[in-house]
């Protein structure tokens, strides 16, 4: 059952399958791209809005921290800036409690009632002089305990603010703290500290700043933690756990220089954007289900027709050899098509008809030509009264031609033999060229390097001349000018070489293997070297004695390798080799 829903929806169809697989991946392509652009985009628009959120959130925390901040730094400036204070703080009290009392009231006066009821003094005057004794804002500077940051405010100006990086702790409450000198002509007579009570920072953080499921955070500058808000219930040891890769962070710089700090985990982000994926995903689905079934109507809607076609060519193969068998009907694609084949079929087995009826009529011929045999006398008789006649008529042209022939046809014919001499088959070769010359009026050149130890070697007749015919009527055809065939000749150990070459128009690779292969056609003259390689077999048994190197446009040269025989040694090897075949 599982099979055939599969076949359904993937068919065994060649055709078939390749329109329903394209159909596929051309229609899903741009859903699959949108989707993954709508996600990307649906997790940057997510991202952005809880940005922008907590982004106003931090920003409504800070203004209301700033604004407690800015008060405190403002009380603390008129107080170090107070000249009575000033003065005050440098008489000489020795024993007089009614001078030192007058100074607690005016002290008490210029601080004013704490801020918060629950907080005894935030403001707190460390005197440098040792009369005073301490009260509810004056201490002794001798009394507090020593840390960088008293250090750093007594070495400091007027108007620099020292905060404390930690928080002080004092009866179990927690202080954000921070220092400023007091100075009379810059004279260090004292340090005022501030303590503001943390958990009023802590409470803007956490009513306004903290969002719905994050958190909001402050740390010092050493990236230790001051304060998380008590909603959230992850465990964050230190800052450097609240990274990017895993928050969505907002951060700025309190007047304190400690940061406030919001985070979103992106899980949060992730599951919003996973339930739009999701919902993306699923029309996905249901997309391609659709796709399937409308790829699957369409392919076979397309290929149905001509797919029971060829299945009929498959099952009958009369249908091939009767065209009338192969019934159309309609006027679609499909059945034109099935027209053209019915054409291409019916032309196929015309043709076939007319090469069976060459072949027959060609045995027929063949038959005929070596039934009759024609007499070489009767040949050399009837080209004499030709000459003769053209000598009367004073036409040197034909009398020229006459005389090569001649020629040509007395070595070629040589009274029966199929094996005649080097210098034989190029003086053959060389009254053929001359031929040529006069029948086209072209100028081939025919240039010959020889090494003259071989002309008395014997070689089938008719091995060169091939090449030669094929390098003038395929090679140099055209060619009017600068028309050139090479035939070098020479010994190599065992062997005789002969490379012949011209500078016609040459060949490409496939059209050398083509005749090397013997899949030769006569646009290509392989029938002569066909031939040749097959005369080199019969002959010599090689299987390589020839090559072909051609470049289009600038010639082809052929190498033929033979062995090196006189006359009788050359018979005997073919008279064995026609014994070994039989």
Same mark, same amino acid.
């Not at 628009?45 to 008060?71: F, H, P, W």
């Not at 001798?142 to 009866?171: C, F, G, H, R």
């Given at each position: ?42 997790? *940057? ?11 106003? *959130? ?6 209301? %921290? ?7 730094? /403002? ?14 703080? *440098? ?14 009231e ?23 002089n040792?009369?005073?004794?301490d ?24 108007? /620099?603010? %020292? ?20 100075? /009379? ?18 409470l ?5 700043g ?14 230790n ?8 219930r992850l ?13 969505? %962070?907002?951060?700025d710089?309190?007047? /304190?220089g ?17 339930r ?29 027709n ?6 009929? %060519? ?17 006027t ?26 060459? #072949?027959?009529? #060609?045995?027929?011929?063949?038959i005929?030509?070596? *039934? ?59 009254? &053929? ?10 100028? &081939? ?42 035939? #070098?000749?020479y ?21 050398v293997?083509?005749?090397m ?13 066909k ?8 002959? &010599?048994? &090689? ?6 190197e ?33």
């Amino acid at each position: 059952m599982v099979k055939q829903k599969i076949r359904f929806f993937f068919p065994a169809s060649t055709m078939n399958n390749q329109i329903f697989k394209n159909l596929i991946i051309f229609t899903s392509i741009p859903i699959i791209l949108i989707s993954i652009f709508f996600c990307f985009y649906t997790y *940057q628009k997510y991202k952005g809005e809880y940005l922008d959120t907590i982004g106003i *959130q931090l920003n409504e925390s800070k203004n209301l %921290i700033d604004e407690i901040l800015v008060k405190y730094i /403002d009380k603390s400036s008129y107080i170090i800036t107070n000249q009575k204070l000033i003065k005050n703080l *440098q008489k000489n009290y020795g024993n007089d409690l009614e001078q030192m009392i007058y100074f607690f009231e005016d002290t008490d006066a210029m601080i004013g009632e704490p801020y918060y009821e629950d907080i005894k003094s935030p403001f707190i005057i460390h005197a440098a002089n040792e009369t005073l004794y301490d009260g509810k804002f004056v201490d002794k500077l001798t009394n507090i305990p020593s840390n960088d940051s008293i250090e750093e405010a007594k070495n400091s100006p007027a108007t /620099d603010i %020292i905060w404390k990086s930690d928080l002080t702790v004092k009866d179990n409450q927690s202080y954000l703290t921070f220092y400023r000198n007091i100075v /009379d002509f810059k004279t260090s007579i004292g340090i005022l500290e501030v303590n503001i009570p943390y958990n009023v920072v802590a409470l803007k953080m956490d009513t306004i700043g903290v969002p719905d499921t994050g958190l909001i955070l402050s740390a010092n500058k050493d990236g230790n933690i001051l304060h998380l808000n008590n909603q959230t219930r992850l465990e964050i040891p230190n800052l450097k756990s609240i990274t990017p890769k895993d928050y969505l %962070i907002v951060s700025d710089s309190l007047k /304190d220089g400690n940061q406030i700090i919001v985070a979103i985990p992106k899980m949060e982000v992730n599951k919003k954007t996973f339930r739009t994926i999701m919902l993306v995903v699923g029309f996905f689905l249901i997309y391609i289900f659709v796709m399937l079934l409308a790829s699957k109507t369409t392919a076979h809607r397309i290929t149905g027709n001509l797919e029971s076609f060829i299945n009929k %060519i498959k099952r009958n193969d009369q249908l091939l050899l009767n065209e009338e068998l192969i019934q159309i009907s309609g006027t679609d694609d499909v059945s034109i098509i099935k027209l053209k084949l019915k054409e291409l079929v019916s032309r196929l087995n015309e043709i076939h008809k007319e090469v069976v009826a060459v #072949k027959l009529e #060609k045995s027929s011929l063949e038959i005929e030509l070596l *039934q009759s045999r024609i007499n070489p006398h009767l040949l050399y008789n009837s080209l004499s009264v030709i000459n003769w006649t053209a000598l009367r008529n004073k036409d040197g042209k034909t009398v020229e031609i006459i005389d090569a022939m001649t020629k040509y046809y007395r070595i070629a014919l040589s009274k029966g033999n199929s094996v005649i001499s080097v210098a034989s088959e190029l003086e053959m070769i060389k009254e &053929y060229v001359k031929i040529n010359v006069l029948a086209h009026s072209v100028d &081939y050149l025919l240039v010959l390097d020889i090494e003259e130890e071989i002309l008395g070697f014997y070689t089938s007749k008719h091995l060169i001349q091939p090449i030669v015919e094929n390098a003038i009527l395929h090679g140099l055809n055209g060619k009017r000018e600068n028309a050139i065939v090479m035939i #070098k000749g020479y010994r190599d150990l065992r062997d005789i070489v002969f490379e012949i070459s011209d500078n016609g128009r040459g060949m490409r690779p496939e059209s050398v293997n083509d005749i090397m292969n013997l899949n030769f056609t006569a646009s290509l003259g392989g029938y002569g070297i066909k031939n040749v390689i097959k005369r080199i077999q019969a002959y &010599y048994g &090689y299987n390589d004695g020839i090559a072909i190197e051609s470049e289009v446009g600038k010639g082809t040269k052929v190498t033929i390798r033979i062995e090196a025989l006189n006359e009788a040694e050359l018979n005997e090897r073919r008279e064995f080799r026609t014994f070994d075949a039989s």
